[in-house]
């Protein structure tokens, strides 16, 4: 039985529908990315799972609960940090610590998950005085208070310095290794690419696709490039032969090749066998954002 | 792998209740200029009337300190308290999403409503105590001759301006217009209660809707118990509609997120 499953989700504000038709299955102990524009049906999507909307269509299944009728069965194993929600301004982090440990039957230790998440210093300070990347933590560990098997995490690092969010993402990995399923929703596509074991496409309200970070990329069929000069011109036709290359062209004294699969090994071993010197040898991968323009066939908004 | 079988419901129980009304408290005690009014006005209010109007009191023989001023005073702790601290901190936490953060934990947000109502009880009666008691030292006047009606009115009253305060907290979508909508309300019902001196001295439809309204009804209701006069029924009435509309209104209204 996968973790979280969500069939057919379809969710609708007035005239706008949000989610159209998302379906999930995120397996136990994996970290599941949900990625997609401002607007592409995530953070409803996981709102449902959540149990905070009621879905117009469609079944949601988390830990084999339904979100809604189970309730209060749920809130004790699962964990979820949202997007932009404040906690009480006067309180301090240990205060708040210890009234969300309170809601639980069973669950973690506040002191320590304090520690944990690198707080130890700010146990006495008032939640209106932390920094971002305090507070961010904060909801990370008010998440984690119930001991969860599953958290969902919504826009984790929005607004963090890059070091707070590599602290983050080791936080999060460490989840996985203590067998927590996560839900990661993300405008971020190098943490997406870090922590994903797998992740889901979406936009306008649809699951575009379904895969690994590097499988999405492949899958879009994007093509690799290597360039590079050489001192004397050679020709050309030594590369025609090697399967992986789609195209050569010269540009500026510039050999451009194309191509997929190991490109950059089989265009070196051509060269060499040719007896072919090449210089400033440059080599670019599709990255996950080229991929997600291609399978969005959109501009990927990363800001805001 | 998990077994649903073991996922057992829990609801918060005493020691969350406990946690989350010590928080609601913190919160009212950690908001210095909230606290000013409800504690600060009504012993303004005791001390300028109660040099100004003792002797006219003795001279037409109506205890008007105790039929109004203190009335006057302790209405004014539990309708600022009740119509415009609570549903401030009640529409800031739905504004910052701490009611929507709650909805994702085992505890109902419907919690931190109870939890305000709670500390708001309790300030009243810490703020009704530091009145009577400043009244009782200062200017030399007794317990309420009906005692236990003056509280139980009190106690009436205080539930229909938090009634109130819901309903204001329901239709405000801020921490800031629910300031601005409690005081508007606070002083249209204070202005035609008898805030600003008894309302003998308003023309008669304005003193009559003011009777009609929570603050004036509870003015006169809790000034009766004091001087040992009769409770008229239709002040107990309109406290009771108070508390009946407010409430079906902000059930109606209130939203989490």
């Not at chain 1, 399923?181 to 575009?208: I, K």
């Amino acid at each position: 039985m996968p973790a979280i499953e969500v069939r057919g989700l379809r969710k609708r504000y007035g005239d706008t529908l949000a989610v159209d038709d998302v379906s999930l299955s995120v397996e136990t102990g994996e970290i599941y990315g949900v990625l997609g524009r401002n607007g592409a049906g995530k953070t409803t999507t996981v709102e449902t799972i959540a149990g905070l909307r009621r879905p117009d269509g469609g079944t949601v299944r988390v830990l084999g609960l339904d979100p809604l009728r189970d309730r209060n069965r749920l809130r004790q194993v699962l964990g979820v940090q949202l997007q932009e929600a404040e906690l009480h301004s006067a309180l301090t982090v240990r205060e708040l610590m210890r009234l969300y440990r309170s809601f639980y039957r069973e669950g973690a230790d506040p002191e320590e998950l304090i520690e944990r998440v690198g707080l130890t210093e700010q146990r006495r300070t008032r939640f209106e005085a932390l920094s971002g990347g305090q507070a961010q933590r904060l909801n990370i560990a008010l998440a984690l208070l119930g001991l969860p098997r599953a958290v969902i995490l919504d826009e984790l690092t929005t607004g963090l310095d890059p070091d707070a969010r590599r602290q983050m993402w080791a936080m999060v990995e460490g989840l996985r290794d203590d067998g927590v399923t996560v839900v990661l929703v993300s405008h971020h596509m190098e943490e997406v690419e870090r922590l994903c074991d797998r992740l889901a496409l979406l936009d306008r309200g649809r699951v575009v696709a379904v895969d690994s970070p590097a499988g999405l990329v492949s899958r879009a069929g994007l093509e690799q490039v290597v360039r590079f000069r050489t001192v004397e011109p050679f020709d050309t036709a030594v590369l025609d032969r090697v399967e992986e290359v789609r195209s050569v062209r010269v540009v500026d004294g510039r050999t451009v090749v194309t191509g997929s699969g190991n490109l950059l090994h089989a265009v070196s071993a051509a060269l060499v066998r040719a007896d072919v010197v090449a210089l400033d040898t440059r080599f670019d991968q599709a990255t996950l954002e080229d991929a997600f323009l291609a399978l969005t066939g959109s501009a990927f908004d990363g800001g805001e | 792998m998990t077994d649903i079988a073991t996922i057992r419901a829990h609801r918060p129980g005493p020691r969350a209740w406990a946690r989350l009304v010590a928080a609601e408290a913190t919160m009212v005690a950690r908001d210095t200029s909230g606290l000013i009014i409800p504690f600060g006005l009504p012993l303004l209010i005791l001390v300028m009337n109660g040099m100004s109007v003792q002797d006219e009191a003795e001279a037409t023989g109506i205890p008007i300190f105790e039929r109004y001023v203190i009335p006057v005073a302790l209405t004014i702790v539990i309708a600022v308290i009740g119509v415009v601290n609570m549903p401030s901190f009640l529409a800031y936490y739905r504004r910052t999403q701490v009611l929507r953060r709650l909805a994702v934990t085992p505890a109902n947000p419907g919690m931190i409503l109870a939890a305000q109502v709670i500390v708001g009880m309790i300030q009243s009666a810490v703020g009704i105590a530091i009145g009577v008691a400043a009244a009782m030292l200062f200017f030399d006047v007794g317990l309420p001759e009906h005692l236990g009606t003056a509280l139980a009115v009190l106690g009436l009253a205080a539930l229909a301006m938090y009634a109130v305060g819901m309903f204001v907290a329901a239709v405000a979508p801020s921490g800031n217009a629910a300031v601005a909508i409690g005081l508007t309300l606070f002083f249209l019902f204070g202005a035609s209660g008898g805030m600003f001196g008894p309302t003998d001295n308003l023309p008669e439809p304005v003193a009559a809707v003011g009777e009609a309204l929570p603050f004036g009804a509870a003015v006169q209701a809790v000034g009766a118990a004091w001087a040992g006069g009769e409770q008229n029924l239709a002040h107990l009435l309109a406290l009771a509609a108070a508390i009946v509309v407010s409430a079906a209104i902000s059930v109606k209204a209130f939203r989490w997120d």
